[in-house]
Nanobody
């Protein structure tokens, strides 16, 4: 059974940077498409970024984070990262990591089969 666990959330000043990590079981990172989603209070969970299986040659981002966030992974460490740069107050949310076998559905939450518990990001000005 695939397991994922996020870490790295916390307080970050607007304009600053923060890196989130997602640790996975087995060889999940190399055999699954991995995605980051986020959910702010009172809002639905939204897609943030995705990276393909294998070498991770494909990446995709949500419009609100394009050019600021970077998704990457380390297959040896079975870990996916989300580098958050130029953080804005609207980036405050609980961030979730998830795994799916289907790259073509990378933005579709219902296609993911494993989710972490989330890590909270708080942005202060």
């Amino acid at each position: 059974q695939v397991q994922v666990a996020e870490s790295g959330g916390g307080l970050v000043q607007a304009g600053g940077s923060l890196r989130l990590s997602c640790s996975t079981s087995g060889h999940t990172v190399s055999t699954y498409t991995m995605g980051w989603f986020r959910q702010a209070p009172g809002e639905r969970r939204r897609f943030v970024a995705g990276i393909s299986d294998g070498s991770g040659s494909l990446t995709i981002y949500g419009d609100s984070v394009e050019g600021r966030f970077i998704i990457s992974k380390d297959n040896i460490k079975n870990t996916v990262y989300l580098q958050m740069n130029s953080v804005k107050p609207e980036d405050a949310a609980v961030y979730y990591c998830a795994a799916t076998k289907l790259w073509r559905f990378v933005k579709i939450q219902s296609k993911y089969e494993a989710w972490g518990q989330g890590t909270q990001v708080i942005v202060f000005t």
